[in-house]
Each structure stands twice: as C-alpha cells, then as structure tokens.
C-alpha cells in the first residue's frame, strides 16, 4: 500500500475523504499526522483541509519519548 499511498493524488484536494483508506493514508503522510489524529481533526473543524491543517498544527506535538510507546 505504501507505493499506491506514494501515487496517489485526491480528486478534490481542498477536501478530505475520510472514508477512503487510501486517500487516508495519503492525507497523513502529507499532514505528518497519525489516522487518529486526522479523523479527530476531521471531527472537529470539517473535511476542508486548509481548517484541518490548522487545527492540527495548533495542537500540542507529542513529546519524543511517548511516539515510542
């Protein structure tokens, strides 16, 4: 899957498809997010990804040691 993820390219990509495992995969590779993370943002401010872009980089990043656990 990691080579489709690297073709990829949504249809609209002003909007996340939160339905579509591929199109998942691509957002969070491009977001630099875990799938948790996109959907809680996806939850919050809609499938616009300019207000998910936002959103997420307003949160606080994960300290080092806990991306281990």
Aim: proline fraction near 7%.
């Amino acid at each position: 899957m990691k080579d489709q993820v690297a073709a990829f390219h949504p249809l609209d990509p002003g909007r996340i498809e939160i339905v579509d495992p591929l199109e998942s995969a691509w957002w969070c590779r491009e977001l630099h997010c875990s799938e948790q993370q996109l959907r809680q943002a996806v939850e919050q401010v809609g499938v616009h990804v300019a207000a998910v872009r936002e959103w997420l980089e307003s949160r606080p990043k994960p300290e080092a040691g806990r991306l281990r656990q």
